[in-house]
């Protein structure tokens, strides 16, 4: 992939998760959202940082008692065991998520043989 907003495939029945890099220690995805939003009962948590810039669109994420609106060029830091929603995108148009996974375990290094 060479351009976060080429060839979009289509986001309205499910968010779309594309892995852009995956290092240990670090993550970087593209996500696409169209009206999708966190059930109440089913919080995201994980147990690394995460940091997110929309790039596209228009979304709502509740955490830590707050909620924060976030249009283009918008950032939000959330950090590890943090229970967070997303509490709107934009049904009418893609939101484009960028988003930094810090200190999650990535893939195992390779091996090289003697």
Same mark, same amino acid.
């Given at each position: 992939? *060479?351009?976060?907003? #080429?060839?979009? %495939?289509?986001?309205?029945?499910?968010?779309?998760?594309?892995?852009?890099?995956?290092?240990? &220690?670090?993550?970087?995805?593209? #996500?696409?959202? @169209?009206? @999708?939003? *966190?059930?109440?009962? $089913? %919080?995201?948590?994980? %147990?690394?940082?995460?940091?997110?810039?929309?790039? $596209? &669109?228009?979304?709502?994420?509740?955490?830590? &008692?707050?909620?924060?609106?976030?249009?283009?060029?918008?950032?939000?830091?959330?950090?590890?065991? *943090?229970?967070?929603?997303?509490?709107?995108?934009? %049904?009418?148009? #893609?939101?484009?998520?960028?988003?930094?996974? #810090? &200190?999650?375990?990535?893939?195992?290094?390779? @091996?090289?043989? $003697?």
């Amino acid at each position: 992939m *060479t351009n976060l907003f #080429i060839d979009l %495939p289509e986001a309205i029945t499910a968010e779309v998760f594309t892995t852009l890099l995956d290092r240990p &220690g670090c993550r970087l995805e593209r #996500i696409l959202s @169209q009206g @999708q939003t *966190t059930p109440p009962e $089913a %919080p995201y948590q994980q %147990p690394h940082d995460e940091w997110v810039l929309l790039l $596209a &669109g228009a979304a709502r994420v509740a955490l830590e &008692g707050r909620e924060v609106a976030l249009r283009p060029g918008d950032t939000l830091f959330i950090p590890a065991h *943090t229970e967070h929603w997303v509490t709107y995108t934009d %049904p009418a148009v #893609i939101s484009v998520w960028l988003a930094v996974h #810090i &200190g999650e375990a990535g893939p195992p290094a390779a @091996q090289v043989s $003697a």
